[in-house]
């Protein structure tokens, strides 16, 4: 079984940065695509970004383009997501997930096997 943990989230202004952490337990996590949603309330989840297995491919929203930066450390078996400029409308519950054995970068939920649990990331105006 796999688990996905994330951390860091909280409260900042806008124009902020935060560093959201996803630690995953488990053998897969070399072989799956690893994205990045978020949910704010009253919305559909949405693709925020993904990585490739190696992490040489990345893919964004357009939304977060140019300010949010995944990155991944296979050796610790954790993704990341650095999110600069942070504007109110980035207030959403942040997920983590993994697609176990993709060679593509998945952007719908479907396409993930494995979810952590959420962290709440709130910028304020």
């Known amino acids: 079984q796999v688990q996905l943990v994330e951390s860091g989230g909280g409260l900042v202004q806008a124009g902020g940065s935060l560093r959201l952490s996803c630690a995953t337990s488990?053998?897969?996590?070399?072989?799956?695509?690893m994205g990045w949603f978020r949910q704010a309330p009253g919305k559909e989840r949405e693709f925020v970004a993904g990585?490739?297995?190696?992490?040489?491919?990345?893919l964004y929203a357009d939304s977060v383009k140019g300010r949010f930066t995944i990155s991944r450390d296979n050796a610790k078996n954790t993704v990341y997501l650095q999110m600069n400029s942070l504007k109110p409308e980035d207030t959403a519950v942040y997920f983590c997930?993994?697609?176990?054995?993709?060679?593509?970068?998945?952007?719908?939920?479907?396409?993930?096997?494995?979810w952590g649990q959420g962290t709440q990331v709130t910028v304020s105006s």
């Open positions: 997930a993994s697609a176990s054995g993709r060679s593509y970068i998945p952007t719908t939920a479907v396409s993930y096997n494995y």
């Open positions: 488990g053998r897969t996590f070399s072989g799956s695509a």
């Open positions: 990585t490739s297995r190696t992490g040489i491919s990345t």
